[in-house]
């Protein structure tokens, strides 16, 4: 998932730029790790925060983060929830 130049983050107070969460990266984020991981019976995304330097194209608009980078697509694993809303259940 790319993220462009916006910042992903909306705050009222004032800018806040999302950075790396790779160790020792202060990078300007702009880009989400689209691994499949399960929570529980959901499955949703690490969604953790790269930099362009940290995070490694996985396909077609997906980008891993550096702990998931030398890992292969979890293909077992179905599309995240989030994607299947239009199923979803009522809450
Ligand atoms: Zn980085
Ligand atoms: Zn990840």
Same mark, same amino acid.
């Given at each position: 998932?790319? %993220?462009? #130049?916006?910042?992903?983050?909306?705050?009222?107070?004032?800018?806040?730029? &999302?950075?790396?969460?790779?160790?020792?990266?202060?990078?300007? $984020?702009?880009? %989400?790790?689209?691994?499949?991981? &399960?929570?529980?019976? +959901?499955? $949703?995304?690490?969604?953790?925060?790269?930099? +362009?330097?940290?995070?490694?194209? &996985?396909? =077609?608009?997906?980008?891993?983060? #550096?702990?998931?980078?030398?890992?292969? #697509?979890? $293909?077992? =694993?179905? @599309?995240?929830? @989030?994607? =299947?809303? %239009?199923?979803? @259940?009522? $809450?």
């Amino acid at each position: 998932m790319k %993220l462009g #130049d916006f910042d992903a983050i909306v705050c009222n107070r004032g800018a806040r730029v &999302a950075r790396c969460q790779t160790a020792c990266c202060r990078a300007k $984020s702009t880009i %989400l790790c689209d691994y499949r991981v &399960a929570r529980g019976k +959901r499955i $949703s995304t690490c969604d953790r925060r790269s930099c +362009r330097r940290h995070a490694k194209p &996985a396909g =077609l608009d997906r980008d891993f983060c #550096d702990r998931h980078a030398h890992l292969p #697509d979890p $293909s077992g =694993l179905p @599309e995240p929830d @989030e994607q =299947l809303g %239009l199923f979803g @259940e009522a $809450s």
